[in-house]
């Protein structure tokens, strides 16, 4: 039974105003409390594709204390959705948005978006995290049985696959892609150059873009670099211990923060 439901049924009116009242000042105050721990001024968006170390990159900040929103509360708020309809502003507008500092996964690694980013929060630096293309693809075939990960009509606009998805769903009954939740409908199999050749191109894309516009507003290294945590500190200003060590959805922290 939804909780608001639970709460009107059991409580007098009265009581459950003021529980509300009290409920929505203390999650202002969270809010207000996450914006107080900022580290510098501006966001950090981690715009790497998925299968490349996003949540390593989300627990990374998360450890060192900067307020973070990771992928399953963006999913939550619907912003992949609102990405694919073209409504930004209901993102930045959020305050999960206003008062958190760093940013990974969806939408943030979606076609373009990181362009628009670079000119709508000047003050903001960016993460870029790549791997061997080859280890990137078999990566995402080993999740759902190489299914696409989450909503098939959204991946298939940030992956190219637009036609496949259109063919389908013009001709197969049995195709009934959501709207927003995840349906894994789309088979990644037989597909590996295509998915690698839309990795490699919008890598080499984002590094030509901030290499123009913004050097020193990204940062970029090897997955598979051992040294990818203590570089990623100094180009942040954090003191990152030299045995210091993060894994994708594992973490395994040695050393002491300083």
Known sequence: MNIVLLLKQHLSEERYIRLRTLYRKSL??????????????????????????????????????YPTTRWHKSYRLGWHKDWYDGNFEAIFSSNEFKYSQVFEDDPWFYPEFYKYLFHRFPKAKFVLITRNSDAWFKSMLK????????????????????????????????????????????????????????YETRNREVMEFFSEHGPDRLFSCSL???????????????????????????????????
């Not at 105050?29 to 170390?53: M, N």
């Open 143 to 198: 999740h759902h049985d190489g299914q696409n990960l989450g909503n098939t009509r959204i991946h298939c606009k940030v992956y190219r696959r637009e036609l496949d998805f259109y063919h389908r769903l013009d001709h197969d009954t049995e195709f009934q892609p959501l709207a927003e939740d995840p349906d894994m409908l789309m088979s990644l199999h037989e597909c590996d150059q295509h998915y690698k050749q839309i």
């Open 28 to 65: 202002w105050i969270i809010l207000v409390w996450r914006k107080i721990r900022w580290k510098g001024r501006g966001r950090i968006f981690c715009i790497s594709y998925q299968k490349t170390g996003t949540t390593s990159v989300g627990d990374f900040f998360e450890y060192f204390g």
């Open 224 to 258: 598979e670099d051992p040294e990818k945590w203590q570089k990623m500190g100094t180009f942040f200003n954090i003191k990152v211990p030299k045995d210091f060590e993060m894994h994708s959805n594992r973490t395994i922290k040695k050393g002491t923060k300083k």
